[in-house]
């Protein structure tokens, strides 16, 4: 279903593992980015009401997430760290059409929020399926439905009001340039990394 290129080394969850605190605090950092990724689309394509109504409810799930998160942390005793810089996301922003038309832009900033949860749902696929431990295990499961969601919800609206662009062909191109991407990532306890 989400057709990505590169699946995450499984070997990737024993770097997760040795340093539990680290993932849920950019786990946390993540959750928060992607409910001011949602904000940030709503504020630029307002005119679209069908989009403003699906992504405030985005933001908010992204929010009560990024709120879970933080509840793990603290009953774990574990302290909320200073936000992450996401090397991964900034890379793949490089990659958005930032000079095309009006649509062009909206397509494109679907499209790669299409694909952050993309991989957001894979890497929580990964570590529900080989995380030891369980209450993680079951958190991630929850989460990857979620994730999947999101991910059909972008591209649903890329698709629907990118009519003057060929999305399935901007969507293959990002899909390639992930692929290679992603390469570089899977050696850090970072959700992207």
């Excluded at 972008?154 to 390469?183: M, T």
Aim: proline content about 1%; charged content about 35%; some cysteine.
């Amino acid at each position: 279903m989400l057709g990505l290129k590169l699946e995450t080394d499984p070997r990737w969850v024993t770097i997760v593992e040795s340093n539990i605190e680290e993932i849920l605090t950019d786990h946390a950092w993540c959750e928060q980015k992607a409910a001011t990724n949602a904000i940030t689309i709503i504020t630029l394509n307002s005119e679209h009401e069908d989009l403003v109504t699906d992504l405030l409810a985005l933001a908010k799930e992204e929010l009560e997430h990024f709120q879970m998160v933080h509840e793990i942390i603290k009953k774990r005793g574990y302290k909320l760290g200073r936000e992450r810089k996401d090397s991964y996301v900034n890379e793949l922003y490089k990659f958005m059409n930032k000079g095309g038309t009006r649509v062009q832009c909206m397509v494109d900033r679907l499209l790669f929020s299409a694909m952050i949860e993309a991989r957001s749902c894979e890497r929580f696929k990964l570590l529900s399926e080989r995380i030891n431990d369980e209450e993680l295990s079951k958190f991630y499961r929850d989460l990857m439905i979620s994730e999947a969601g999101h991910y059909t919800t972008f591209i649903g609206f890329a698709r629907k009001y990118g009519q003057d662009v060929d999305v399935e062909k901007r969507w293959k191109e990002l899909i390639a340039f992930e692929g290679e991407l992603i390469k570089k990532y899977g050696k850090t306890e970072t959700i992207h990394g």
